[in-house]
């Protein structure tokens, strides 16, 4: 009964290997053709520290990238969810740690095609930054060995919103007033600049992860010296409610 019970998760394993070594992606439905970046192979297991110590900081990215376009083709890769908690109770090596909003539509595990151990996930309304985010990233990266800072927004987000409009409510006003400087960095094109205004919305999102991006590389002597030595990258984006896509920034 017992070897019975552990096939299933060998078979996964084992699966996972071979597909990931034909530069194949497992459960791609028959027919279709994702644009998924096969030239990196996504670990269908959590990292190890040697595998961690390897991948650069570009490896990450392509990771990430390659793990959403799993995801928005429902390829994603499959996982045995137990069997990975046991293989990483004894330590985690994660590739990236990213920041993204809190909003329920996008998780950041499940739209990077992530597994345990894999990323470090902060969640915070409108994807804000503190001093306790940038603490936990600067654990992540220095000294648990993560080598990509990911900032990543999405679009019609209520936080973004809420600062367009200047809703104040208890504890979020506090919250919304960190968004408030990406509020005023779009220029003035003319249009409504209310939450009624899609684009707009969608602009003060971007501004406020390009902010968060500056602001991280203002505020932390560690992770900067770690960005100038190419030891970790940071990379921003933005989530789209509507495809489940994540459009990575360029630079
Ligand atoms: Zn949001």
Redesign the pocket.
Known sequence: MKSSSIRPGLFASLASILLLAAGCQSMQPAGTSPAVNTSVAAPATPLTKDAQAAMTPQQALAELRAGNARFVAGGSLVRNHPADVKASASGQYPLAVVLS???SR?PTEIVLDQGIGDIFSARV???ILNDDILGSMEFACKVSGAKLIAVI??S?????KGAVDNVELGNLTGLLARIKPAVDQVPDDGSPRTSKNAAFVDKVSEANVRLVMQQIRERSPILRDMLDHGQIALVGGMYDLTTGQVHFYDN
């Open positions: 909003c809190l909003d996008q309304a409108g994807n927004g999405h019609n987000c209520g936080a973004i």
